[in-house]
């Protein structure tokens, strides 16, 4: 039986695909490529010593996945595919939305369709909005402040529609936080676009002297030192998740929401010093204005995915920087050959 991972070639989905093969899991992985290369899959493959099937193709291609599920004995999706760029969002609402929605319907659709009812969805902490207390527990109401944030909560409720209308559907939508860091190897990690908007590639970039100092965005926020704190969350445990939740999909069904965070909050300064620590390289930076629509502070209580998927993310910051240093080093032009 395969599992098919859309958007399997991406960060978070190459570091699922290798969990997956080694776990023993046939992978099917669909991409377009439109974030990524198939450098990261032919190396998922190397690390696993075990091959995939691959193709390249859109979400939104409904003949094609039509093929994809009567050609292969696909019995659940790992959906990551989508855009994921919170400002570029604002810029481009209508391929947010087509992308990351009306691929969405596309692919319920089809496995509708093929009677495969088995679904794991890459949703975000940004449902939460500004939360007005933390720990965040999955209770706590959901709203949004930009596009990107919009689409995942609109699937969400495309999810929670479609369980309820059919009881064979069994979805998990898992609420990710932070996501940092890269596989121990070194040999696959996230390869941001431009100029990173997330805090740690921005940190890597500066310490292989790519960008001069990074800018953190405000110091004066209502936390320990004025910097936004952030639940950041090993790729790794983040990918292992994926099979917990897998797991859970094929127990029960209906459409439940998983927290998946560490429960510890860090402060961008906090960031700087485990990576200056973990790399050896001194961090230069400036103290900016807030970046608009940061919030202050977010972290998860994760203690329902622990009970639920019997999940908990092990690894340390420490390890979590070591990694994205070694993965930075080792490939300073991500896996673009240098
Ligand atoms: P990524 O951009 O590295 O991976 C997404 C993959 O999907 C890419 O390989 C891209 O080429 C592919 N893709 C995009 N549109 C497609 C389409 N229409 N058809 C087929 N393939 C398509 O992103 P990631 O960081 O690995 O994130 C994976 C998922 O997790 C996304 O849905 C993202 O919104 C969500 N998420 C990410 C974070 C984060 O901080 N990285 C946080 C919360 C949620
Ligand atoms: N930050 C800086 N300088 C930078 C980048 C970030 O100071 O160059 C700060 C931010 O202000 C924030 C923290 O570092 O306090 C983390 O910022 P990220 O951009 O790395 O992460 P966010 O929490 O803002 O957003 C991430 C994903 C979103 C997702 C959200 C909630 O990028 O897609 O988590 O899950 F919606």
Not at 24 to 44: I, M, P, Q, Y
């Amino acid at each position: 039986m395969t599992v098919l991972v859309t958007g399997g070639a991406g960060y978070i989905g190459s570091h699922t695909c290798l969990e997956l093969l080694q776990a023993g899991k046939d992978v099917l992985v669909l991409d377009n490529f439109a974030n990524s290369s198939a450098e990261s899959l032919k190396r998922v493959q190397e690390l696993a010593g075990k091959e995939l099937k691959f193709v390249e193709g859109d979400i939104r291609d409904r003949a094609l996945l039509d093929s994809l599920f009567s050609e292969n004995d696909i019995e659940s999706v790992v959906h990551f595919a989508g855009l994921k760029a919170v400002g570029e969002s604002t810029e481009i609402p209508l391929d947010y939305f087509d992308n990351n929605v009306s691929g969405t319907v596309t692919l319920l659709q089809a496995m509708k369709a093929a009677q495969v009812f088995r679904f794991v969805f890459s949703s975000s902490a940004t449902v939460y909005g500004d939360p007005h207390t933390v720990p965040i527990l999955e209770s706590f109401p959901l709203s949004v402040t930009n596009p990107y944030g919009r689409t995942k909560l609109m699937v969400e409720d495309v999810c929670r529609d479609l369980a309820a209308s059919d009881e064979r559907w069994s979805i998990a939508l898992l609420r990710y936080f932070n996501p940092a860091g890269a596989h121990p190897s070194g040999r696959i990690g996230e390869q941001p676009n431009g100029i990173p908007n997330n805090l740690v590639p921005y940190i890597t970039q500066v310490a292989i002297g790519q960008r001069e100092a990074l800018n953190v965005f405000g110091d004066d926020y209502d936390t320990p030192d004025g910097t936004g704190v952030r639940d950041y969350l090993h790729v790794v445990d983040l990918a292992i998740g994926h099979l917990c939740a897998l797991q859970k999909v094929s127990k029960q069904t209906g459409c439940v929401a998983y927290n998946l965070g560490t429960g510890t909050g860090y402060s961008v300064l906090d960031m700087v010093k485990a990576f200056e620590k973990a790399s050896g390289k001194a961090i230069a930076y400036n103290i900016t204005a807030r970046r608009p629509g940061d919030i202050a502070c977010c972290y998860a209580d994760p203690t329902f995915a622990e009970a639920e998927l019997g999940w908990k993310a092990e690894k340390t910051l420490d390890q979590m920087m070591a990694d994205s240093w070694r993965w930075q080093s080792q490939n300073p032009n991500g896996f673009a050959p240098s």
